[in-house]
């Protein structure tokens, strides 16, 4: 699999987690997985997954969804604010996970020099 970043149109920026009124209703920190990949993978919509790449893993809920291509893993970036230290106690009531954990110190994007945010290889296995 192949792990993506996005962004949601109520979480453009990690600040936004931490004020009320931003973070009622639907707001949530899920892995987007293909459904003909959840049937592969065992992966119930909703259920707890483990993502893994060669330098870390996550656990995050998956949400079943033709919205992502077929070998494609996608995980919202600008969360983990459950992080002991975090001072952003509402954004800590919806913590999510910090995708980059996954990221790869090896892995560069060619032509920046930066650290490759998306196209990381990576496992995932219901939890």
Known sequence: MVLVGRRELKSNNSWMHNINVLTKGSLSCTAHVHPEDAQRFGIRD????????????IE????????VRQGVVSVPHGWGHGVPGTQMVVAAAKAGVNSNILTDDKVLDP???????NAIPVTV???
Do not use: C, F, K, Y
């Open 46 to 57: 909703g259920a707890t997954i483990r993502i893994t790449s060669r330098v870390g893993e």
């Open 60 to 67: 995050i809920p998956a949400e079943v969804t033709d919205a």
């Open 111 to 117: 032509l920046s020099g930066n650290a490759a945010l």
């Open 125 to 127: 296995v219901p939890v």
